[in-house]
């Protein structure tokens, strides 16, 4: 999705969004209980495609790049297995040792595509990636991983300002030595169960390369069984006032 706001030599913010429209688990199939909730998994590409319909609709001055990785994940004769490995739109190879660990696949190829055909000037992604974001925000808040300190500060600002409220969590390479594989450039999960969200932002960040970048871990917040004043039971919509405000407040003009 794109639009075009202002001078088209100006480089544009991008977004990219997570988009599994279901998600079974695929061979390390998921329990049964509250499998039929994984309809919410596309989160993020919902809301990237809410806010680039908000930029438009109000005739933002920028220039804005959406891009989702829309697929599904189920068991088949033909679906992945724990111990393939695969190769990346980047090049770099990835040892797959949980096929419940999908999205960050997908995302890995839709950030490394966003940034290398768009250049933009920002790149922000928004993934129900983890459970364990769960663990340790609840609902209440969604992970903040970033690479610039700016980005992190403006994104934080403008939840606040809307209501969807971000907590942000380190990025070190000390983490890596969890994604260290003997048979690949990279595994795609860590050795152990700690740390959970900080290393799978680890392995995003390797496929983004020099641009500011923020992934936003929206699991906990992009679908309530309860409604609020700003949403009904079901999906949130977590993400579009947020993006919307981040654009309204840094980057137009």
Not at 16 to 35: H, N, Q, Y
Not at 170 to 194: F, N
């Amino acid at each position: 999705m794109s639009w075009q706001g202002t001078d088209k030599r100006k480089a544009p913010v991008a977004f990219v969004g997570k988009g599994v429209t279901f998600d079974t688990g695929g061979i390390s199939l998921k329990p049964a209980g509250g499998m039929e909730d994984m309809k919410w998994d596309m989160g993020g590409a919902g809301a990237v495609t809410g806010a680039m319909a908000a930029l438009a609709g109000r005739n933002a001055k920028v220039n804005a790049i959406g891009v989702i990785g829309l697929v599904e994940n189920m068991p088949d004769g033909n679906a992945q297995r724990p111990g393939d490995v695969v190769t990346s739109m980047s090049g770099k190879t990835i040892e797959v040792l949980n096929t419940d660990a999908e999205g960050r696949l997908v995302l890995a190829d839709a950030l490394w595509y966003t940034q290398d055909r768009f250049k933009p000037q920002v790149m922000i992604n928004l993934a129900t990636l983890t459970g364990a974001i769960i663990v340790s925000l609840g609902h209440e808040y969604a992970g903040l991983f970033s690479n610039d300190d700016s980005v992190s500060s403006q994104l934080t600002a403008a939840g606040e300002a809307v209501g969807e409220k971000l907590w942000r969590f380190p990025l070190h390479s000390t983490y890596d030595k969890q994604l260290k594989s003997q048979i690949a450039d990279v595994r795609h999960i860590g050795a152990g169960r700690g740390a959970g969200s900080i290393v799978a932002a680890q392995f995003l960040q390797r496929f983004v390369n020099d641009v500011p970048w923020a992934h936003l871990d929206i699991a906990g917040v992009a679908w309530a069984s309860k409604g609020t004043d700003l949403h009904p039971a079901g999906g949130t919509g977590y993400g579009v006032r947020l993006l919307d405000r981040f654009v309204k407040d840094n980057y137009e003009g």
